[in-house]
């Protein structure tokens, strides 16, 4: 394949990620991400289409509103351009195939559930349900194609959609009934159900080991750290005076529950482990195989 194709495939990987930014910033409020077209939100200035082109609009634009010089965020460029790399990694790796669009896409929805629910503790169905009929549609389509794939096939897909989502209900199901709060959003539940359907029943359970192994490293390693400066920093919320009757508390954002212990958004685990074990499962699971049974 020449440059020029793989310049055009990275560049359309990109328009999908200028795509993505508007589904990140509308389904989380219940926004049609069609209409309206985006405007600034200070000026009310409409977003020409020359304005809209991936990264180098943001650079040409010296990352301000041509109306108002209202700063537009990094994350914007940031996410195209991760969106960009990504589909040109999925078309060198499995060449320009129906099975690196398959790849490309997946890794975009699972990027767009792990930074909603990072920044707004959800998985909005915009994401899962689009996404669930994407791999269902494509796990027959690709039938056609007769490619070597990492996906499921088209049983496969339908049986890992419902042993994702029953998996991940019964661990909410349980560790609700230990913790006696609310242990699992349903949108976690939603998001297993696509990322079965695209790995199949066995990668999906994988999928829950490795999301869960991966959030506790995170929290251990991170979150916990900062809890314990936040907590022994003088005049930090905790041992600041109550808020006053009425007054929002600070333990009223959802990054707490209700003794202080932070919430883990488990969505963010899920998406980049659901991506790991479809690419790299097989190894894995040989892998194990292999050093644990003689
Ligand atoms: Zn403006």
Redesign the pocket.
């Known amino acids: 394949m020449s440059a020029l194709f793989w310049v055009v495939w990275t560049a359309l990987g990109a328009c999908v990620g200028s795509f993505l930014n508007v589904c990140i910033l509308r389904w989380p409020v219940d926004e049609s991400v069609v209409r309206p077209r985006s405007r600034?939100?200070?000026?009310?200035?409409m977003i020409r289409w020359y304005e809209n082109i991936p990264v180098l609009s943001w650079l040409a634009l010296r990352a301000k509103?041509?109306?108002?010089?209202?700063p537009i965020s990094a994350r914007y460029p940031a996410i195209e351009a991760l969106v960009g790399a990504g589909w040109l990694a999925a078309g060198l790796a499995f060449g320009p195939t129906f099975t690196a669009i398959r790849v490309a896409v997946f890794g975009t929805i699972l990027l767009g559930i792990a930074i909603t629910d990072l920044e707004h503790y959800l998985i909005p169905d915009g994401f899962t349900v689009s996404g669930l009929i994407w791999v269902l549609v494509t796990a027959f389509a690709a039938l056609a194609f007769n490619e070597a794939s990492p996906f499921a096939g088209p049983l496969d897909a339908i049986v890992g959609a419902c042993a994702g989502a029953g998996a991940i209900a019964i661990i909410g199901w349980l560790g609700e009934a230990a913790l006696k709060r609310e242990a699992m959003g349903f949108g976690d539940v939603t998001l297993m159900a696509f990322a079965g359907a695209a790995l199949g029943p066995l990668k999906a359970l994988m999928t829950i080991f490795a999301g869960a192994a991966l959030g506790a490293v995170v929290f251990v390693l991170i979150v916990m750290p900062i809890v314990r400066l936040r907590g022994a920093a003088p005049g930090s919320a905790t041992d600041a005076a109550p808020p006053a009757q009425g007054a929002p508390a600070d333990d009223a954002s959802p990054t707490t529950d209700h003794r202080g212990v932070p919430l883990v958004p488990f969505g963010v685990f899920l998406a980049p482990a659901a991506l790991i074990v479809l690419l790299w499962g097989d190894q894995a699971m040989a892998w194990y195989l292999r050093t644990m049974l003689p």
């Open positions: 600034c939100p200070r000026c009310q200035r509103c041509a109306g108002c010089g209202l």
